[in-house]
């Protein structure tokens, strides 16, 4: 093991080509971080009815579903997928106070697969925009992601443009509503978060 290790040794300082295609290698992965973690200046130009896309990604679900943590009822789910391209901060939707955080230890499955909202790592967010408008958002790691980073805890005051966290390496936001919320997003919907109008208050 030793003889190959002092052989590529050799190589890779006696070859040019394999200093520049080293070289390269680690400038296009440099780059890529840059990229990933980047955080753009983003203006949240929503009314109070208006609620804004967590984060960057596509609108990939949205349907009536059970909500068993904390609504222990019925919600409209919106989930916004995330790829590796993407932005990866997460903007609070509405302005409102904390009402709940819970992070939960778990598996990485794709992201878009059904069961990973309730068995992947993730973090659980309740925001109270006003009485009755309650909004659950749900940070959920993917079979790339493997940290999500939060900035609240309950009792915190969020305002419009806040971010609430952060999920590396590809992964998707869940945003749970309540029943008669107007849905504005359509599947396949592209979202920028802080940006994007997904849904409004009646």
Avoid at 28 to 36: A, E, N, R, S, T
Avoid at 57 to 66: L, M, N, T
Avoid at 117 to 129: I, L, P
Wanted: aromatic letters at 12%; glycine letters at 6%.
């Amino acid at each position: 093991m030793s003889t190959i290790l002092v052989g590529c040794a050799f190589l890779l300082f006696e070859s040019p080509l394999i200093w520049v295609l080293t070289a390269i290698a680690c400038g296009i992965i440099f780059l890529l971080f840059l990229q990933f973690f980047r955080l753009p200046y983003r203006l949240n130009r929503a009314n109070e009815n208006e609620l804004v896309a967590p984060c960057d990604g596509k609108v990939v679900v949205i349907e009536e579903v059970e909500e068993p943590e904390y609504f222990q009822g019925k919600r409209i789910q919106v989930s916004i997928f995330m790829s590796p391209l993407n932005v990866h901060a997460n903007w609070t939707p509405c302005s409102g106070e904390v009402k709940y955080f819970k992070y939960h230890p778990g598996l990485f499955l794709v992201a878009w697969h059904p069961k990973s909202s309730t068995e992947n790592e993730r973090t659980t967010v309740v925001v109270e925009h006003a009485p009755g408008k309650d909004v659950l958002l749900r940070q959920v790691a993917g079979a790339v992601a493997r940290r999500i980073v939060w900035y609240v805890n309950a009792g915190d005051k969020l305002k419009a443009n806040d971010q609430f966290g952060f999920i590396k390496f590809g992964s998707r936001v869940d945003l749970y509503l309540p029943l008669g919320t107007e849905i504005v997003a359509n599947i396949d919907d592209l979202t920028k978060g802080n940006e994007t109008v997904i849904a409004r208050w009646k």
